[in-house]
């Protein structure tokens, strides 16, 4: 074997935070990882708010058959409240000595990793990350698990728009997942094709948006379809249509907000691919003694990076993405 650590005896996993499709893909991983290299493998439900529970229960390599194809995660989530206390976390990790549990890997966002960042250095649990979201907001990874499926299920739907808008000449606005970050939006509004892209990271006032349906009208355009993150800089769908049709009433305008359609569904060859090989690396990382860590990919490689270094880098997007769908928006 690879790797070996007799200190190591028990690997518990958990998902935590907003579900995201492939999640059960890295569950399966871990488990059969921790396995593979002969240690005790254990689930925690519920994400953190199992570990206060102690919501437990031992792994064997056939818990986790048949779940490689399956949306959401057979562990359950939580955005855990009780976990933001210091009282919650005291209990979280008495439990996990309790169990004579080793090491936790842990499955979500960035709110997973801020969890996990304070189990590691308050009570010195062995943590390693994975990410896990469909946002793909995370440093230290180019692709979190979830975000390629999501962005595949925005891109069917605004097909399925398009035929429709372009029946009627109308104006559709589309707003799809993403808070605090624009991902899924700009990568599907170029895969689909879209006049106009509005994200957080990117301001488009109300008036340059209003140009640019202009222009595409005067080119011929009968009509558009404009992609909006739900935490867009001008307001989300709902707000720019109606100052839209407040100035263009000619616009027949219409919503469409994709919600959490976005999180569910069959996970991608993608999304399947790096959730089970960072699961392999999670349980390597513990096995090696790094902890305290997100393991990601970069470039194609695999990619390890201190929680602190996640939690505090804001991914930065990539605004070379708006100049490309302007050209193809003529
Ligand atoms: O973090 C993933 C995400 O889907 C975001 O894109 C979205 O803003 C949020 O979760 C919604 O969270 P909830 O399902 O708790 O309403």
Redesign the pocket.
Known sequence: MLYENPKIKKIAVLTS??DAPGMNAAIRAVVRATIYYEKESVAVYRGYDGLIAGDYEPMTARSVSNIIQRGGTILKTA?SKEFMTTEGRAKAAANLRAQNIDALVVIG?DGTFRGATRLYEEYGINVVGIPG???NDLAGTDYTIGYDTACNTVIKAIDAIRDTASSHNRLFFIEV???DSGFIALRSAIAAGVEAVLIPEHLITIPELITKLETGAKNKKTSSLVVVA?GGKSGNAMEIAAKVEEQFSHYDTKVTVLG?VQ?GGTPSCADREIASKLGVAAVEAILMGKTGVMVGIINNSLAITPFEDVVITKKVINLETFRINEILAV
């Open positions: 935070g907003g955005r966002g979201t469909i946002d997942m993403g808070r739900e959490h999180r």
